[in-house]
């Protein structure tokens, strides 16, 4: 959502990272620029397993990026994908970490996700768990492409969420990860705003 994301080379440190480049769209608004940089640096402050970190953010040449830990292995919804529903003990297990990371994030920062959802959580070649993309949501919906498949209520009318969406989507992801399949296809086409 905020832009395009690249495998790159830290020179310094000698490391694979992954890079986040906000799209030139967002960009182009002062104020998407100002929440883009106190979202990250939030983030940054996030020092937990199951969360990836982020390193640094900064501007070059006019782009916006966001430099933060490459993830080697694959995301959730690869795995749904590759072997459909997962079995019960391998759910819980991803379960926990994702509860553990997610109440961390609440708890140290007031931080909710907004965005949990399987593409967003990824797993290492050791079977851990790493959430990406905690802390770039602002109260912002992040689901404008009209998928709207792990939104909670209060997101889908564009009300203020807090971490009862993380609850409500991560419940979705659980039922997908138990059964291969969503709950409901995440289609809306007129919700009834007030």
């Known amino acids: 959502r905020m832009g395009e994301v690249y495998k790159a080379y830290q ?35 996030l ?12 501007e070059e040449g006019g782009y916006y990026y966001l430099v933060v830990e490459y993830v080697f292995g694959q995301n959730l919804r690869q795995l749904i994908d590759d072997r ?34 399987p593409e967003n959580i990824l797993i290492d070649t050791i079977a851990q768990i790493k959430i990406s993309d905690i802390g770039l949501a602002g109260s912002r919906s992040r689901f404008s492409d009209g998928d709207y498949k792990y939104s909670s209520p209060e ?5 203020k ?12 992801t ?12 995440g289609n809306i086409k007129d919700v009834n705003k007030k």
């Open 11 to 45: 020179e310094t440190l000698v490391r694979d990272v992954a890079l986040k480049v906000l799209d030139n769209d967002m960009a182009e608004h002062s104020e998407h620029i100002l929440q883009f940089f106190k979202e990250a640096r939030v983030a940054a402050r």
């Open 47 to 58: 020092n937990h397993p199951n969360i990836v970190q982020a390193y640094s953010v900064n």
């Open 84 to 117: 459909g529903k997962l079995p019960v003990n391998m759910t819980i297990r991803l379960l926990s970490q994702i509860a553990h990371a997610l109440d961390y994030a609440w708890t140290s920062e007031g931080l909710p996700h907004l965005a949990v959802k």
């Open 155 to 159: 997101q889908i009318l564009n009300l």
């Open 161 to 172: 969420a807090d971490t009862r969406a993380d609850i409500y989507a991560l419940g979705i």
């Open 174 to 185: 659980a039922y997908e990860a138990l059964t291969g399949n969503v709950p409901f296809d």
